[in-house]
């Protein structure tokens, strides 16, 4: 099984390493960095890819198209064309579509944790035509891997709707412990943000959407407030007035 890395960043490189120590024949190509020890440096990406069975795309969203469109020529029919490219569903499906003209199959991969110390055994969901022949490939050689049912662009979609929250969850707390330290008090916010999230489960969820809705007036009055405060200690209340605003909108639905 020989397998080409696009992108040898952080993430790259460390899934390359860990593949050439799984028994690999691995060689990449990054413009900007050399490839890790026992990679097989080559040229360009079309190089890179010529005699591949399977090819990581490990750039960025805004290289995914590109990527694939400098490797088209040189990529053989059959070749999984794995994106693990934090990219939107639809340029999912784009690579799919292009990629399919040539017969090289898609897998859309969605790194489900942070690379960085995980490697190879980050965890990861696939879709896409190409999706389970990914999954059996890179699970011979240890990758955690789950299948998802669907075109490209589902594995992606999975995890950009949990990035909605985790990444929304992230920015709250971020803001408000801003706050909390020009209010002094930032040690019994870290501690109360704390012991509330150790408590959370499915009954929480249900908690958290069935009181928005029904005490969507009461909660709007209160994060106009707490925006107000976040604005008076000089800090600027960007998810604050972020849920103020979807907290009117409920309100206002509730009352026509």
Not at 61 to 84: C, R
Request: net charge negative; aromatic share 4%; charged share 25%.
């Amino acid at each position: 099984m020989t397998i080409a890395i696009l992108g040898l960043g952080e993430a790259g490189s460390e899934i390359a390493s860990d593949l050439v120590a799984a028994g690999a024949d691995v060689r990449g190509f990054d413009p900007l960095r050399e490839p890790p020890s026992g990679v097989q440096v080559r040229r360009d990406d079309a190089d890179a890819v010529r005699d591949a069975d399977l090819v990581l795309s490990v750039n960025s969203s805004h290289d995914a198209l590109p990527a694939l469109e400098l490797s088209l020529t040189a990529l053989q029919p059959g070749v999984i064309w794995a994106d693990l490219n934090t990219a939107a569903p639809g340029v999912k499906a784009a690579l799919a579509e292009r990629a399919g003209e040539r017969g090289v199959l898609v897998a859309d991969v969605a790194l489900m944790a942070p690379v960085p110390g995980k490697g190879l055994r980050t965890p990861m969901v696939v879709s896409g035509p190409g999706a389970q022949r990914y999954a059996e490939v890179l699970g011979a050689f240890g990758a955690d891997v789950s299948v998802q049912p669907g075109p490209a662009g589902e594995a992606i979609s999975r995890k950009l709707l949990r990035s909605v929250f985790y990444k929304g969850l992230a920015a709250a707390v971020v803001e408000a412990l801003a706050a909390a330290e020009k209010a002094g008090c930032a040690d019994w916010l870290r501690a109360n943000i704390s012991a509330e999230l150790a408590g959370f489960d499915e009954r929480t969820i249900d908690r958290l959407v069935g009181g928005t809705h029904r005490h969507a007036r009461r909660r709007a009055d209160e994060m106009t407030a707490a925006a107000d405060q976040l604005a008076g200690l000089g800090v600027e209340p960007r998810i604050a007035a972020a849920a103020r605003d979807l907290l009117i909108e409920l309100r206002n639905r509730e009352t026509t």
